[in-house]
Structure formats: structure tokens, C-alpha cells
């Protein structure tokens, strides 16, 4: 697992708590890495994420396409309003819902 | 702010450096007093710009230059990015956004996205092509805001 993403798992649960500002070319590589650490339930965690290019769209699709392949969920949590209006775009987010941090508190209590 | 100034920056086609392209892009943005949501835009679409001329202007060649010149006057900016290859033919810009759909989605893993998105970002572009380069223009009108 890369510096560039944390990982934080609570029974079936997985939260990939990205750690740089910019989902780009430069960082697609190490955030990529951690599709290994998927699990039943996924939830990428953009809070600390600033920008997410074409390039950064591309990598983040790599997990939705393991996650399909798996039968797995995967869900995207505090994206910025302007990646919701990204995501919304390209439809990303019929791919990737996003989730809010309220709503995994009842998986970490169990 | 004055109006008609010009602010050049060149980079060698290293992909780390587009993101001291986007870091100018929102300084500017911000001069400029744009709303946030539209230096998100200028970002975006800059940063798109940009790394389309690094891989596929200069093919990655960290020896070949991108040049980038914010470029402002009373009605806009506009930003022109232009690389050193060998050109790319007439290219056609993409009047929608692609969007990702079931059929697509290993596809879409490969990119494809770039020219789409900055169109979406901003109000007007163009790309001009020879065998001495690329460019591509974005303009961002200022319509709305105090001059």
C-alpha cells in the first residue's frame, strides 16, 4: 500500500482514504495500487482530494471496473462540489454513488 | 487589475510540471477575482490542455517545451497552449461530453475524456495544428463581472 492512500477496514468494509490533493497523471500509479485493497463494501475517501483530471478519472475507473468484476460496492465520499459536478458529467456517479460519513457509522459499529 | 497583461510559462514535458501550470492557472483565476467554481474550470481545463501537449504533442520528449501564455484583455482570458510536435492534422473537438456507459467502461480506463472536458470548462476553444506544433486556445469570458 502507497503513502498515497490509507486503508481503514471494519468487517466487510474498506474506507481508502486518499492522501494527496491531486488525482493526476502523476499520481494515478500509486493510487491504482490500492485496487488490491478491495473489499465487499469500498468507499474512496476524496476529503483531502483538490483535483481529479481526465487522467485521474481514468485510474478511479479501474476500480469500478474490479469492483464490477468482484460483485463488489464502491462508493465515492466528500468529493468536492465541483468533482460532483464532474462525476454528474460523465456519469461517473451512476458508477461510483457517493456516500455520506454518517452512513458508514452504523458498518463501524457493528 | 490592468488590463491587456500577459503571463508566459514554459515547461519541459515532464507531467509533474503541469500541475505548476494548474497552480498558475489558479493564482490567475484568482486575480481575475473568478468564482471558485470557475477557476475549478480553468484548472481543469488547462490541466487537460496541458497534459494532451506533453504526451501527445511532444510524445512524452521532456527535451520539447510546452508553452503556456495567460493572456488577458477587458472581455476575456485566454490561454494558449502550444507544443513542439509534429502536428496532429485537422482535429475536430468533441461536441459532447463522453460519458461512461456500461459498454465503455474498460475502454474509458485508457482516457479518452480530455478534449471533451475542455470544451465543457470553457466558453470557447479552438485548436490550430501544423507541422511546427499544436495549439490549443481557451477563452473564459468575463461577462458578469466588474470590469
Same mark, same amino acid.
Given at each position: 500500500?502507497?503513502?498515497?492512500?490509507?486503508?481503514?477496514?471494519?468487517?466487510?468494509?474498506?474506507?481508502?482514504?486518499?492522501?494527496?490533493?491531486?488525482?493526476?497523471?502523476?499520481?494515478?500509479?500509486?493510487?491504482?495500487?490500492?485496487?488490491?485493497?478491495?473489499? $465487499?463494501?469500498?468507499?474512496?475517501?476524496?476529503?483531502?482530494?483538490?483535483?481529479?483530471?481526465?487522467?485521474?478519472?481514468?485510474?478511479?475507473?479501474?476500480?469500478?471496473?474490479?469492483?464490477?468484476?468482484?460483485?463488489?460496492?464502491?462508493?465515492?465520499?466528500?468529493?468536492? $462540489?465541483?468533482?460532483?459536478?464532474?462525476?454528474?458529467?460523465?456519469?461517473?456517479?451512476?458508477?461510483? $454513488?457517493?456516500?455520506?460519513?454518517?452512513?458508514?457509522?452504523?458498518?463501524?459499529?457493528? | 487589475?490592468q488590463d491587456n497583461q500577459h503571463v508566459e510559462v514554459n515547461i519541459p514535458s515532464n507531467p509533474i510540471f503541469e500541475r505548476v501550470v494548474r497552480a498558475?492557472?489558479?493564482?490567475?483565476?484568482?486575480?481575475?477575482?473568478?468564482?471558485?467554481?470557475?477557476?475549478?474550470?480553468?484548472?481543469?481545463?488547462?490541466?487537460?490542455?496541458?497534459?494532451?501537449?506533453?504526451?501527445?504533442?511532444?510524445?512524452?520528449?521532456?527535451?520539447?517545451?510546452?508553452?503556456?501564455?495567460?493572456?488577458?484583455?477587458?472581455?476575456?482570458?485566454?490561454?494558449?497552449?502550444?507544443?513542439?510536435?509534429?502536428?496532429?492534422?485537422?482535429?475536430?473537438?468533441?461536441?459532447?461530453?463522453?460519458?461512461?456507459?456500461?459498454?465503455?467502461?474498460?475502454?474509458?480506463?485508457?482516457?479518452?475524456?480530455g478534449l471533451s472536458l475542455i470544451k465543457a470548462m470553457v466558453d470557447d476553444c479552438e485548436v490550430q495544428s501544423s507541422n511546427r506544433g499544436t495549439i490549443?486556445?481557451?477563452?473564459?469570458?468575463?461577462?458578469?463581472?466588474?470590469?
Amino acid at each position: 500500500m502507497s503513502d498515497m492512500v490509507n486503508r481503514e477496514k471494519f468487517g466487510d468494509v474498506v474506507v481508502l482514504h486518499i492522501r494527496t490533493n491531486s488525482v493526476d497523471a502523476v499520481s494515478a500509479a500509486a493510487i491504482e495500487a490500492a485496487c488490491n485493497e478491495m473489499q $465487499p463494501i469500498t468507499v474512496l475517501n476524496f476529503a483531502e482530494v483538490s483535483f481529479i483530471n481526465s487522467a485521474g478519472i481514468s485510474v478511479l475507473l479501474k476500480f469500478v471496473v474490479k469492483a464490477r468484476k468482484a460483485g463488489y460496492k464502491l462508493f465515492a465520499m466528500n468529493l468536492s $462540489p465541483h468533482h460532483q459536478k464532474i462525476f454528474k458529467m460523465v456519469e461517473m456517479s451512476r458508477f461510483m $454513488p457517493t456516500i455520506e460519513e454518517r452512513d458508514l457509522s452504523s458498518y463501524r459499529q457493528s | 487589475m490592468q488590463d491587456n497583461q500577459h503571463v508566459e510559462v514554459n515547461i519541459p514535458s515532464n507531467p509533474i510540471f503541469e500541475r505548476v501550470v494548474r497552480a498558475s492557472a489558479a493564482e490567475i483565476g484568482e486575480a481575475l477575482d473568478f468564482p471558485e467554481d470557475r477557476i475549478e474550470d480553468l484548472k481543469l481545463a488547462v490541466s487537460e490542455a496541458v497534459t494532451n501537449a506533453i504526451e501527445h504533442g511532444n510524445q512524452n520528449m521532456i527535451h520539447k517545451l510546452v508553452e503556456i501564455v495567460f493572456a488577458l484583455d477587458q472581455e476575456k482570458l485566454e490561454v494558449r497552449i502550444t507544443d513542439q510536435g509534429s502536428g496532429i492534422g485537422e482535429m475536430i473537438l468533441p461536441s459532447e461530453v463522453v460519458m461512461i456507459t456500461e459498454q465503455t467502461l474498460d475502454e474509458r480506463t485508457g482516457g479518452g475524456f480530455g478534449l471533451s472536458l475542455i470544451k465543457a470548462m470553457v466558453d470557447d476553444c479552438e485548436v490550430q495544428s501544423s507541422n511546427r506544433g499544436t495549439i490549443i486556445i481557451l477563452r473564459l469570458y468575463r461577462k458578469g463581472q466588474e470590469q
